[in-house]
């Protein structure tokens, strides 16, 4: 799982992820308004979908990655870290979002996540979601899916539509996940990458 900010991150670095030749790259793409989804994600969606995802494809999305996995990353060398280690290394222990920024109220310290409202955020997030299905040739309905590529700038691309699990229970959602990664379905979109 490689955890970006927008489309434009993974253009910037597209070059270097790449380089790490993965069979497939894909993008799952929700909003949080796809209940269910983004509470796993946040998680152990996250560590899940990258074991799942293996060597063989690079599965972007948007969410920021916990400091957990910032570190998770830097010990195992991740293609993530390698990619975006060195703009976060100061965020390894969720230093960068909680550092006080400014005092405000007679004291009270305010942090560069606290300068923003939920609601502006959970707007800008929506914007980078349709951001990420237009370049695909999608709508901006067109989520939860998985948008399959062997590059990002390809035209062939493969849809898997999400909205089924839309509300499910996690361990369901889990579950379907899981076997989807597991499926002949997937192993055909390597081998058609391959070829």
Not at 49 to 77: I, K, Q
Not at 94 to 123: C, H, K, T, W, Y
Not at 168 to 174: D, P, Q, S, V
Request: proline fraction near 5%; aromatic fraction near 12%; charge should be negative.
């Amino acid at each position: 799982m490689i955890p970006v900010s927008s489309l434009a991150d993974v253009e910037i670095r597209w070059l270097k992820i790449k380089e790490r030749g993965y069979a497939i790259h894909g993008f799952l793409v929700y909003s949080s308004s796809d209940h269910r989804i983004p509470e796993y994600i946040a998680d152990e969606g996250l560590t899940d979908l990258d074991l799942w995802t293996g060597d063989s494809c690079g599965m972007f999305l948007l969410h920021e990655p916990p400091p957990d996995w910032v570190e998770y990353a830097r010990r195992t060398n991740h293609v993530w870290w390698r990619a975006y280690g060195t703009d976060v290394s100061g965020y390894a222990n969720g230093a960068l979002e909680n550092e006080p920024f400014i005092r405000v109220d007679g004291g009270r310290r305010v942090s560069p996540r606290d300068l923003v409202s939920n609601n502006q955020n959970m707007g800008l997030a929506k914007q980078q979601v349709a951001q990420v299905l237009y370049h695909f040739g999608l709508q901006p309905t067109d989520h939860p899916c998985m948008v399959m590529f062997r590059d990002l700038y390809d035209t062939n691309v493969w849809i898997i539509p999400l909205e089924e699990l839309v509300g499910k229970e996690i361990l369901i959602l889990r579950k379907e996940l899981q076997e989807f990664f597991s499926s002949g379905e997937f192993e055909r979109l390597l081998e058609a990458e391959n070829a």
